[in-house]
């Protein structure tokens, strides 16, 4: 059975960070764009970020931008364990939500925000509180 699972995510303060995983079974990552999406109360979707695994391009919506990341240090993403993570600094109020992985064909930025096409497999999302 092929799935995504992600985790990670919790309670914070104002200004601590996260990381959240993202780990496939059943498939393997490397053919795949993986996006991370959040929806908070109320609101529609945003696509968060994005990263290509064929090329390792990465993609950030604009206005996070420098705070959000997908790690590109000695494991852009864990080959062995078949994860994407995604990195959180200084993290605001505003950015409390549900965070969704998504494996797809590929992704851009429209708009501003990270745009999938050829979505495939979801995450069932790993919730981000963010207060004082």
Do not use: H
Request: a neutral charge; hydrophobic letters at 30%; aromatic letters at 10%.
């Amino acid at each position: 059975q092929k799935q995504l699972v992600d985790s990670g995510g919790g309670l914070v303060q104002p200004g601590e960070s996260l990381r959240l995983s993202c780990i496939a079974s059943g498939f393997t990552l490397d053919y795949y764009a993986i996006g991370w999406f959040r929806q908070a109360p109320g609101k529609e979707r945003e696509g968060v970020s994005c990263i290509i695994n064929t090329d390792g391009s990465t993609y950030y919506a604009d206005s996070l931008r420098g705070r959000f990341t997908i790690p590109r240090d000695n494991a852009p993403r864990d080959n062995a364990k078949n994860t994407v993570y995604l990195q959180m600094n200084d993290l605001k109020s505003e950015d409390t939500a549900v965070y969704s992985c998504v494996a797809a064909d590929s992704c851009a930025i429209v708009g501003g925000w990270v745009k999938t096409y050829g979505t495939e497999y979801w995450g069932k999302g790993t919730p981000v509180t963010v207060s004082s």
